[in-house]
């Protein structure tokens, strides 16, 4: 292959890279512009189109300023299941962000949805995301095992080095348990009906046992039929129809 | 002192105590009487049908009976079956014996008194006349009805002999939404064996049947000296309509019947008839027959009366029962704007499905929030309780109690409706509301970052909730699907290198750690080192047809090299210690005379000989390590 066939490959690859760039840059403006659009529908109190073009965003993929103006957006239109519902899955993407724990404590507040006072363990697994746990285990491995495999030479001494070894280990530890706790909650789901009813046993004819609060988060158990066991945040738990909650994860 | 004394009293109380029910039982059966009943099934039966006749016994463990001879009539022992029953500590034990009563003519006959032998003493039953019927006179069974269809519908009263069900409701008039409890009992004679294909189902209008438990209990009783397993359910019915109405349950099942397989001498059709002939009383070697029967019990007059006007009070909800009401609420002392958990149970017993909740006799300055609502069930039917939670924010800081709660419902034991008042609940609310101060910043931000969007639109719209925070105005790098980091294919892909480096890396420095440790090792790998460059001198000095730097590298390469073997400093290995170290016709030796006498006297080779020792010292070297 010569010098001019190298040139030619070269400029072929340019010009596709060129072609996809520019077109990835035209999709991600048209969805810019969407975004803007509902963001204007909102701001105009048309918070159902801002629902609509939100939701019709959000099927092309998510990202937690997106699922937050979804929230709000809800949140404004009274449907309160879904507000807290949307905040809980910004959450997933952005665990630290203030806004979204603020305007979901406030939803929950709002609509009577009292959070009993979290243990440490609970405390501990939510100060973080599932996702920044994980990170931190993977990056606190990394440096246990550099530490440890650092040469000599290098200055760090015996027993400075067995201490980092060990608090990167303990992090690690720490981080994976984490970890494991927030993704049992991974695919919990939220009440999004009014006054859902929760009975004994998985048919519409079973007895009910109470009914379940609109933005309820709840803990999913063995399905039957169209019905899941649950459980909420409350210890309450009972069979609840599928058509009355949507999974946070799943969707 | 005391307290050992104690104790052993009671040590003793106890055993007494203990011992004497051990005694008790055991005396029990002593004591009981020595009674004997005979009874026929029926007192009239056709030619080519069968009797049976138990002889039961009670207050012995076995008994032998002395079958009299009537003429004309054959008796066919078919067993004999014990039962003891020990109910609050007395004690009582009786036998059945069973015979078939087969007659050989119609015609009326009477079975004499027939003496029973015990280890008490002897006894006689009372004689017992019956009647036997020609042939073509006899009683419709219940597999004649079945004749006409698959399923036999069997009502008490028309085949109780087999199995039937009795509804026992605790009333028969009750207002329209009460629980009434009922008692189903389906009786299956001993020996029948069914398999239920539904649970009783209610038939008639006016009236629900509330869920029954899937695994009624079981238990035996014993109805005209017939023995029965009783299936039980305790539910409850709800009166729906206005009126009397006509009820009954039906419940569908399987029975197998054991075939009969013995010739009787007027032909077969006198055994074969189960529900007449009882399967009990058939040999062992018959064959099943499954016969599918719906249950059905007597019809019921039951009346559903309609509630009051007079009295009604206005928060009254449908509730029909007896009730009691408790409140508790959390936390009493607070900060103004903390939320209370109102805890409202209504107990006791009722149609807890109307129960709705007790409501704020005042509302004023209070925010509630929909309570949600858990049913507990404690006891029977309609037994249990109802706790509402609701949440309360005082809006009022000047608030001290949380005021009276009401529930109101009907009594139908007094026919009045009721209503339940708790106490008001005191309240300490602490400092000044300050909520205003806390919602500015908040207000603040989002008229800054609307107005950089639309601040035409911001000033004409009041939004639902003022305080949530505003929009995000980007909306960020998208992922496809809400998933957690480790499904990721790049993070996998990132884990799997780091987790190869590691790998690497660790084998290296086991290497390492091994080099260092191991003098020999490091001995031949600066002898090969050592060599590969003394090796490329000499090629040099060859190429340049160098005889005295050629055969001054010869020497350098085989000091070096015996120094490292010999762990001796090369430069003070001389002709001698080769010649006193090495075997006289070594390769080496000859190469290192040449260079010395190169060095000192001037030799030179040519290079056909500086070819041949390059080849010869670099296998020779290449063999030391």
């Given at each position: 292959?010569?010098?001019?066939?190298?040139?030619?490959?070269?400029?072929?690859?340019?010009?596709?890279?060129?072609?996809?760039?520019?077109?990835?840059?035209?999709?991600?403006?048209?969805?810019?512009?969407?975004?803007?659009?509902?963001?204007?529908?909102?701001?105009?109190?048309?918070?159902?189109?801002?629902?609509?073009?939100?939701?019709?965003?959000?099927?092309?993929?998510?990202?937690?300023?997106?699922?937050?103006?979804?929230?709000?957006?809800?949140?404004?239109?009274?449907?309160?299941?879904?507000?807290?519902?949307?905040?809980?899955?910004?959450?997933?993407?952005?665990?630290?962000?203030?806004?979204?724990?603020?305007?979901?404590?406030?939803?929950?507040?709002?609509?009577?949805?009292?959070?009993?006072?979290?243990?440490?363990?609970?405390?501990?697994?939510?100060?973080?995301?599932?996702?920044?746990?994980?990170?931190?285990?993977?990056?606190?491995?990394?440096?246990?095992?550099?530490?440890?495999?650092?040469?000599?030479?290098?200055?760090?001494?015996?027993?400075?080095?067995?201490?980092?070894?060990?608090?990167?280990?303990?992090?690690?530890?720490?981080?994976?348990?984490?970890?494991?706790?927030?993704?049992?909650?991974?695919?919990?789901?939220?009440?999004?009906?009014?006054?859902?009813?929760?009975?004994?046993?998985?048919?519409?004819?079973?007895?009910?046992?109470?009914?379940?609060?609109?933005?309820?988060?709840?803990?999913?158990?063995?399905?039957?039929?169209?019905?899941?066991?649950?459980?909420?945040?409350?210890?309450?738990?009972?069979?609840?129809?599928?058509?009355?909650?949507?999974?946070?994860?799943?969707? | 002192?005391?307290?050992?004394?104690?104790?052993?009293?009671?040590?003793?109380?106890?055993?007494?105590?203990?011992?004497?029910?051990?005694?008790?039982?055991?005396?029990?059966?002593?004591?009981?009487?020595?009674?004997?009943?005979?009874?026929?099934?029926?007192?009239?039966f056709p030619l080519d049908r069968v009797?049976?006749?138990?002889?039961?016994?009670?207050?012995?463990?076995?008994?032998?009976?002395?079958?009299?001879?009537?003429?004309?009539?054959?008796?066919?022992?078919?067993?004999?079956?014990?039962?003891?029953?020990?109910?609050?500590?007395?004690?009582?034990?009786?036998?059945?014996?069973?015979?078939?009563?087969q007659a050989l003519?119609a015609?009326?006959?009477?079975?004499?008194?027939?003496?029973?032998?015990?280890?008490?003493?002897?006894?006689?039953?009372?004689?017992?006349?019956?009647?036997v019927t020609d042939s073509n006179r006899g009683a419709?069974s219940?597999?004649?009805?079945?004749?006409?269809?698959?399923?036999?519908?069997?009502?008490?009263?028309?085949?109780?002999?087999?199995?039937?069900?009795?509804?026992?409701?605790?009333?028969?008039?009750?207002?329209?939404?009460?629980?009434?409890?009922?008692?189903?009992?389906?009786?299956?004679?001993?020996?029948?064996?069914?398999?239920?294909?539904?649970?009783?189902?209610?038939?008639?209008?006016?009236?629900?049947?509330?869920?029954?438990?899937?695994?009624?209990?079981?238990?035996?009783?014993?109805?005209?000296?017939?023995?029965?397993?009783?299936?039980?359910?305790?539910?409850?019915?709800?009166?729906?309509?206005?009126?009397?109405?006509?009820?009954?349950?039906?419940?569908?099942?399987?029975?197998?019947?054991?075939?009969?397989?013995?010739?009787s001498p007027r032909g077969n059709s006198m055994f074969n008839d189960?529900?007449f002939g009882?399967?009990?009383?058939?040999?062992?070697?018959?064959?099943?027959?499954?016969?599918?029967?719906?249950?059905?019990?007597?019809?019921?007059?039951?009346?559903?009366?309609?509630?009051?006007?007079?009295?009604?009070?206005?928060?009254?909800?449908?509730?029909?029962?007896?009730?009691?009401?408790?409140?508790?609420?959390?936390?009493?002392?607070?900060?103004?704007?903390?939320?209370?958990?109102?805890?409202?149970?209504?107990?006791?017993?009722?149609?807890?499905?109307?129960?709705?909740?007790?409501?704020?006799?005042?509302?004023?300055?209070?925010?509630?929030?929909?309570?949600?609502?858990?049913?507990?069930?404690?006891?029977?039917?309609?037994?249990?309780?109802?706790?509402?939670?609701?949440?309360?924010?005082?809006?009022?800081?000047?608030?001290?109690?949380?005021?009276?709660?009401?529930?109101?419902?009907?009594?139908?034991?007094?026919?009045?409706?009721?209503?339940?008042?708790?106490?008001?609940?005191?309240?300490?609310?602490?400092?000044?509301?300050?909520?205003?101060?806390?919602?500015?910043?908040?207000?603040?931000?989002?008229?800054?970052?609307?107005?950089?969007?639309?601040?035409?639109?911001?000033?004409?719209?009041?939004?639902?909730?003022?305080?949530?925070?505003?929009?995000?105005?980007?909306?960020?790098?998208?992922?496809?699907?809400?998933?957690?980091?480790?499904?990721?294919?790049?993070?996998?892909?990132?884990?799997?290198?780091?987790?190869?480096?590691?790998?690497?890396?660790?084998?290296?420095?086991?290497?390492?750690?091994?080099?260092?440790?191991?003098?020999?090792?490091?001995?031949?790998?600066?002898?090969?080192?050592?060599?590969?460059?003394?090796?490329?001198?000499?090629?040099?000095?060859?190429?340049?047809?160098?005889?005295?730097?050629?055969?001054?590298?010869?020497?350098?390469?085989?000091?070096?090299?015996?120094?490292?073997?010999?762990?001796?400093?090369?430069?003070?290995?001389?002709?001698?210690?080769?010649?006193?170290?090495?075997?006289?016709?070594?390769?080496?030796?000859?190469?290192?005379?040449?260079?010395?006498?190169?060095?000192?006297?001037?030799?030179?080779?040519?290079?056909?000989?500086?070819?041949?020792?390059?080849?010869?010292?670099?296998?020779?070297?290449?063999?030391?390590?």
């Open positions: 292959m010569n010098v001019c066939h190298w040139k030619l490959v070269c400029g072929v690859c340019f010009f596709l890279l060129c072609i996809s760039q520019i077109a990835w840059a035209g999709e991600n403006r048209d969805k810019s512009d969407w975004f803007q659009s509902a963001s204007s529908a909102y701001s105009r109190g048309d918070y159902k189109t801002a629902i609509e073009k939100f939701e019709s965003l959000s099927r092309a993929g998510v990202s937690a300023p997106l699922l937050y103006n979804l929230a709000n957006s809800y949140a404004q239109d009274g449907q309160s299941g879904r507000a807290i519902l949307n905040y809980e899955r910004a959450l997933r993407l952005a665990s630290g962000d203030s806004d979204i724990r603020g305007n979901l404590e406030l939803i929950r507040t709002e609509q009577g949805l009292f959070q009993e006072e979290k243990s440490f363990v609970q405390s501990f697994v939510t100060f973080l995301g599932l996702n920044q746990w994980i990170a931190l285990a993977t990056i606190a491995f990394v440096l246990f095992a550099v530490v440890l495999l650092l040469p000599i030479s290098l200055g760090l001494k015996r027993i400075p080095r067995l201490v980092v070894a060990t608090a990167c280990l303990l992090v690690t530890t720490g981080s994976i348990l984490a970890a494991a706790g927030s993704y049992q909650h991974w695919h919990d789901g939220v009440v999004v009906v009014d006054n859902a009813r929760l009975r004994v046993s998985p048919f519409a004819s079973a007895a009910s046992i109470g009914t379940i609060q609109e933005g309820r988060v709840l803990h999913m158990g063995k399905e039957h039929g169209n019905y899941f066991l649950v459980e909420d945040e409350t210890g309450r738990s009972g069979w609840l129809a599928a058509d009355t909650f949507e999974s946070i994860a799943n969707f | 002192m005391k307290s050992r004394q104690y104790f052993q009293h009671t040590k003793i109380v106890i055993i007494s105590c203990l011992l004497a029910m051990l005694l008790l039982t055991g005396v029990q059966p002593l004591k009981a009487a020595v009674e004997v009943s005979a009874s026929l099934n029926t007192q009239s009797a049976a006749l138990s002889i039961m016994v009670k207050g012995v463990r076995s008994f032998q009976p002395q079958m009299p001879e009537v003429d004309g009539l054959q008796f066919h022992q078919r067993g004999q079956s014990t039962q003891v029953e020990i109910i609050n500590g007395a004690y009582s034990a009786s036998v059945t014996s069973t015979f078939l009563v003519r015609g009326t006959f009477t079975i004499p008194a027939i003496q029973i032998r015990t280890k008490d003493g002897n006894a006689r039953t009372d004689p017992i006349t019956f009647e419709v219940a597999q004649g009805r079945s004749s006409a269809s698959s399923t036999a519908r069997l009502r008490s009263g028309e085949a109780d002999e087999v199995a039937f069900l009795r509804v026992k409701p605790a009333r028969k008039k009750s207002y329209s939404g009460e629980v009434v409890p009922v008692q189903i009992k389906v009786y299956f004679r001993d020996g029948i064996k069914a398999n239920l294909n539904s649970l009783p189902l209610l038939d008639g209008e006016g009236f629900i049947l509330h869920q029954l438990e899937r695994e009624p209990m079981q238990t035996r009783e014993i109805i005209n000296n017939t023995q029965y397993t009783v299936l039980t359910w305790d539910s409850s019915l709800s009166g729906i309509k206005e009126g009397t109405h006509k009820l009954s349950v039906e419940l569908e099942a399987t029975l197998l019947l054991r075939e009969q397989r013995r010739v189960p529900f009882n399967s009990f009383f058939d040999n062992f070697f018959g064959s099943y027959r499954e016969k599918e029967v719906k249950i059905a019990s007597p019809e019921l007059d039951l009346t559903v009366l309609s509630l009051p006007e007079d009295g009604r009070p206005e928060e009254f909800s449908g509730a029909i029962g007896d009730f009691r009401l408790h409140v508790t609420a959390d936390p009493v002392e607070l900060q103004p704007g903390d939320p209370i958990t109102l805890t409202m149970t209504v107990s006791g017993q009722g149609n807890f499905d109307r129960v709705q909740s007790p409501e704020l006799t005042r509302e004023e300055g209070w925010k509630s929030y929909t309570p949600s609502s858990e049913f507990l069930k404690d006891g029977g039917p309609g037994h249990g309780k109802k706790v509402f939670e609701q949440a309360l924010v005082a809006k009022d800081p000047a608030l001290t109690e949380i005021p009276a709660i009401e529930f109101s419902y009907f009594d139908p034991a007094t026919a009045s409706y009721k209503t339940l008042t708790a106490n008001p609940i005191p309240l300490r609310i602490k400092g000044l509301v300050v909520e205003k101060k806390d919602s500015e910043p908040v207000k603040e931000e989002i008229q800054e970052k609307e107005k950089t969007e639309d601040a035409a639109a911001l000033q004409t719209v009041e939004p639902r909730i003022n305080t949530l925070a505003p929009l995000q105005l980007i909306p960020g790098s998208m992922d496809q699907k809400l998933e957690p980091l480790f499904v990721k294919k790049w993070f996998q892909l990132l884990v799997v290198l780091i987790i190869l480096v590691l790998f690497a890396a660790v084998i290296y420095r086991l290497r390492a750690t091994r080099y260092a440790n191991n003098p020999l090792l490091q001995r031949n790998q600066a002898m090969k080192h050592l060599l590969v460059l003394r090796l490329k001198e000499i090629d040099n000095a060859l190429a340049a047809n160098d005889t005295r730097g050629f055969l001054a590298s010869c020497r350098g390469a085989i000091q070096e090299q015996l120094g490292l073997a010999w762990e001796t400093e090369a430069g003070t290995i001389t002709l001698a210690d080769l010649q006193k170290r090495l075997p006289g016709d070594s390769v080496l030796l000859t190469v290192f005379s040449a260079a010395e006498e190169s060095a000192y006297g001037g030799q030179e080779l040519n290079v056909q000989q500086m070819e041949k020792f390059a080849q010869d010292l670099k296998q020779e070297l290449e063999g030391l390590g």
